[in-house]
């Protein structure tokens, strides 16, 4: 396991160093706390914790509470508050972001096969929690600089999402300290190719545009004979 770690540590690094950012740090914190928690000791903690203070909890608001950082964005996006960055750009880096946290999170559940404290399977990473993070670190992209308390609220949001998964006996704590990881490192990690896919499209004929709608994100490709 401890290699396995390893692994995680540095793919989690490089996705998001590609920012050579503070986003770094915090990503390398996260998966260390992870890493720690990742123990027997950590997890009987969590047992006594559930079993004294939330047995019998349940509460499906975590499953929308996912979804509110990026909810938020586009609410304000659609509202009109200004931010720096194009509407084609915000939408093209959140699809990059997407696919990149719904790859790694899927591989990592399928490989480790870590089983829930309700003892159903693939329960590392915490998909909501990585999720709910991702929206959150690209909510503080558009508008933290400008608006810091936009990008406290979003990051309160997603660790909220990460304490129902555990209040729900859904996850160790272990899960949603990568799950943040992960969805801070992909939100990186596109805005570090955007810039790079926009370059190497403006080389070629090959076009490509963003298509967001209500249930369903996708990309139009063309290309110019």
């Not at 996705?15 to 740090?25: I, V």
């Not at 499953?63 to 990026?70: D, E, V």
């Not at 972001?97 to 309700?118: C, F, H, M, Q, W």
């Not at 704590?173 to 955007?194: C, K, P, Q, R, T």
């Amino acid at each position: 396991m401890k290699n396995k770690f390893l692994c995680i540590f540095f793919l989690c690094l490089s996705l998001s160093g590609l920012a050579q950012n503070k986003s770094l740090y915090y990503v390398a914190g996260l998966t260390g706390i992870s890493a720690i928690l990742y123990t027997d000791f950590a997890k009987e903690a969590q047992r006594e914790i559930y079993q004294e203070h939330f047995a019998g909890f349940k509460s499906s608001a975590d499953n929308i509470l996912q979804y509110s950082p990026t909810l938020l964005n586009i609410g304000l996006h659609v509202a009109g508050l200004k931010d720096e960055h194009k509407r084609k750009e915000t939408f093209a880096t959140f699809l990059i972001g997407t696919g990149t946290y719904a790859i790694v999170t899927k591989g990592l559940k399928r490989s480790i096969n870590e089983i829930r404290p309700d003892g159903t399977e693939y329960s590392f990473p915490s998909g909501h929690t990585t999720t709910a993070f991702f929206g959150a670190r690209m909510l503080d992209r558009v508008y933290g600089k400008k608006y810091p308390a936009i990008a406290i609220g979003g990051y309160a949001l997603a660790t909220a999402t990460g304490a129902l998964r555990m209040a729900n006996n859904k996850h160790w704590a272990s899960d949603v300290a990568m799950g943040a990881a992960v969805g801070i490192a992909s939100a990186e990690f596109a805005y570090w190719l955007y810039p790079k896919l926009q370059k190497s499209v403006k080389k070629t004929t090959l076009q490509w545009e963003p298509i967001v709608a209500p249930n369903f994100y996708a990309a139009r490709l063309s290309y110019a004979f």
